[in-house]
């Protein structure tokens, strides 16, 4: 009845912004992602009928905030009539802070609630119940490169190439590390009702999908990187022309932009892209990581500089 799982957070190169269906989280978009190596989150999940309620503690300290949409998510997975959960949650980087750390930690937890009560779930199914708390949670149960994909009724996810096949690195700066001022899934839904470009910004997508797919299958990354950058620039546009307006970049996260493409005009492989928060990730090809890590830790203002190849989908540490 008890099970450890661990998931790493993954970065969008193709975004997911804006709902289907806000009650089954249904995303109004398909998207595409790189699964991160060296972040990670563990959910150690224990079912047990003596417990009066759920419980969740985060690297150690009690968090109830959270609680309730984990909740949520494990009612998905083990259904309503389940015994209460103990959750212990560890995360070896900054939570709710636009590094994705809500993705890896869902794709955790139903790994282990599904390991836990020896369910047997597939991968897309787990990915399916972790993607109706979380949209990008979906594609954390996936290795490397990854597709999600937008249907009627549910998402389908693939793998489009392993991390082995193309290591790409990315380097992460962080320019402020407390939590975001609005949380994705309200934005997502502002953005819906008031941006005068969220219509177009859903008829595009499939456009850079199929460039973003193109590009990885021929491991083209000049290609990639311009694609990925527009996209990433067309979601934050929907999200600065809502209303109010949604603006999750600081000063420091224009200077880490700047610094990107001025290390692309002196022939670095690398291209940035930014969630929902100040973080700037840049993706390189491993020659150019150095010289991406130093040029991005020397800007005034970055308070942390991470580093990270592609890596695993979730998956089960201990099940007992
Ligand atoms: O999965 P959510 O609801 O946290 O939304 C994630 C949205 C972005 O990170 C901004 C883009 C993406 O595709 O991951």
């Not at 955790?108 to 109706?132: K, M």
């Not at 991390?163 to 992460?172: G, M, N, Q, R, T």
């Not at 219509?199 to 021929?218: F, H, P, S, Y």
């Not at 929907?238 to 109010?244: E, G, L, N, Q």
């Amino acid at each position: 009845m008890r099970a450890l799982a661990i998931a790493q957070p993954n970065i969008a190169l193709i975004k997911y912004w804006g709902k289907r269906d806000t009650q089954k989280n249904l995303p109004a978009v398909g998207s595409q992602s790189i699964t991160l190596d060296s972040l990670w989150t563990t959910m150690d999940v224990e079912f047990a009928a003596e417990l009066a309620a759920d419980t969740l503690q985060v690297n150690g300290s009690d968090s109830p905030a959270m609680l309730p949409r984990l909740s949520r998510c494990l009612d998905r997975v083990a259904g309503t009539d389940r015994a209460p959960a103990r959750i212990l949650s560890e995360c070896n980087f900054p939570i709710a802070a636009g590094l994705a750390s809500s993705a890896s930690s869902f794709a955790a937890l139903v790994v282990a609630a599904d390991a836990a009560l020896a369910q047997g779930n597939d991968t897309l199914t787990l990915a399916r119940s972790a993607g109706a708390a979380s949209g990008s949670a979906a594609r954390s149960l996936y290795a490397g490169f990854v597709e999600l994909r937008t249907g009627e009724t549910d998402i389908d996810l693939e793998q489009l190439a392993a991390p082995a096949d193309w290591p790409l690195e990315v380097i992460v700066a962080v320019t402020h590390a407390g939590a975001k001022p609005v949380s994705s899934g309200d934005a997502m839904i502002r953005s819906a009702n008031t941006s005068p470009f969220y219509a177009r910004w859903v008829d595009e997508q499939d456009a850079d999908l199929n460039v973003g797919r193109e590009a990885i299958e021929a491991r083209d990354f000049a290609r990639l990187a311009e694609v990925a950058e527009h996209n990433c620039l067309k979601m934050h546009s929907v999200m600065w022309t809502s209303r109010p307006s949604i603006v999750y970049w600081n000063h420091v996260t224009l200077v880490c932009m700047q610094t990107v493409r001025e290390l692309r005009d002196k022939g670095h492989a690398v291209f940035f892209t930014i969630d929902a928060g100040p973080q700037v990730k840049a993706v390189c090809l491993p020659g150019d990581a150095d010289a991406v890590a130093r040029a991005l830790a020397d800007v005034d203002g970055v308070v942390e500089v991470m580093r990270t190849g592609l890596g695993d989908g979730a998956r089960v540490v201990t099940a007992t």
